[in-house]
DNA sequence: GAGATAGTGAACGGCGCGTCTCGTATACCA
DNA sequence: TGGTATACGAGACGCGCCGTTCACTATCTC
């Protein structure tokens, strides 16, 4: 009935589509799952609602993801994959920690910020398995990157201490970020990032 | 029937009580809300299974608080109350942040930690409201004197610097204690708990 | 074009929520 | 001590959402 071009590099999705199949199914009930994620919160979170906003069936949906926790985290483990973007630090120590420190509360104010919220609300440590560990390093592993290159460019310098490598200490600025985030239930807005570098984060690493 | 004391303190509430009322009925609850969280965990958590394994009706419950997560903040707050144990430095700085942050830790293996991940969970910045953020507060505040105490001592001996008594500083320890419950299910083992304080708490306040 | 595959929409039983009612135990007061 | 008001226990109720199933239909493959 509507244009239907056998076109691989699908373009077609948005307007006229008739049935959707595999990965463009998925990708519009992955948009469906982050906007009522947005919209609504994880704890209020329907199925139904995700399936009706992309006029798809329940049937489709737990045909791919057995529970409500595995449908959200497919969706954030989608949208993660596109944000992992490279980090060249300008030689500012205190700027670039700024600037990424700022990056991930922005990001935390996402659907996806909703997301880890809600995967840490149903985890307990007798239920967590290979696919709950493989998101969480998907999470921490580029972020670690994007600080050891900050410090290792630091350490070059002399500014920074060489301990600053040490894996709790990389890890420290994304973990003041998440636990507010997590405790306050928002980000942290410019002026606390500014109490975490002033008290924490500078004190700790810059060499005397 | 049962022996049935007009006596204030009740000492009767234990085996062959009838009905209970009021505040007895209240604590009832509470436990048998604990009991639950540590079973099932926050996500599994039942209102039914509360009223049956405290033997109530669900009525007494919804007369008292409107939803689950309200039975599960006053059953923390109550519980809490008992914990908030005075401590005295003993002029040892590591010995006593260990001390400190072991015990944190195993609270948080107990159903309060349970009832924090749950209310974590749901929490959304635009919900949140007075008896919320007095729940934050009280879990804080005693942690943050704690700490402060310990500090103190230190910069009287001259091992810790005056810094350690900014706020951000002062809570850095139940943070890192606190995310890693989040994050990963379960309490900070001792091995991690020394990771904490020997690259970071440590190096952070004490005097060069 | 025909068969195979995958999606839609609706209906279903089940469960837990939050409310309500009824009968009964406990507290208060004459 | 007896009578009344109040609070509680047990369970039934309607509702909403879960996760499954069914009949039907669109799309892909050959």
């Not at 920074?160 to 040490?166: C, D, G, N, T, Y």
């Given at each position: 009935m509507n244009a239907s071009f056998t076109i691989e590099g699908n373009l077609v999705t948005e307007s006229t589509a008739g049935r959707r199949r595999g990965d463009d199914l998925e990708r519009a009930i992955f948009e469906a799952a982050l906007a009522e994620l947005a919209e609504v919160g994880y704890a209020n979170l329907r199925m139904e609602a995700v399936a009706a906003r992309a006029k798809a069936g329940k049937a489709s949906l737990y045909k791919r993801w057995p529970d409500r926790a595995r449908l959200i985290q497919a969706a954030a483990r989608y949208k993660a994959t596109e944000v992992d973007t490279e980090f060249e630090p300008s030689g500012d120590l205190r700027g670039d920690l700024r600037k990424v420190m700022r990056y991930i509360a922005e990001y935390q104010g996402t659907p996806f910020g909703e997301a880890i919220r809600g995967w840490i609300g149903e985890l307990r440590a007798d239920e967590r398995d290979a696919e709950v560990e493989d998101l969480r390093a998907r999470i921490e592993t580029p972020r670690i990157r994007v600080f050891a290159k900050i410090y290792e460019d630091g350490i070059a310098r002399g500014t920074?201490?060489?301990?600053?490598?040490?894996p709790r200490v990389v890890n420290l600025a994304p973990t003041l970020l998440t636990h507010y985030f997590l405790t306050r239930g928002a980000p942290a807005d410019d002026a606390v990032i500014e109490e975490f570098l002033d008290q924490i984060v500078l004190p700790l690493i810059t060499a005397s």
């Open positions: 920074v201490r060489p301990e600053a490598l040490r």
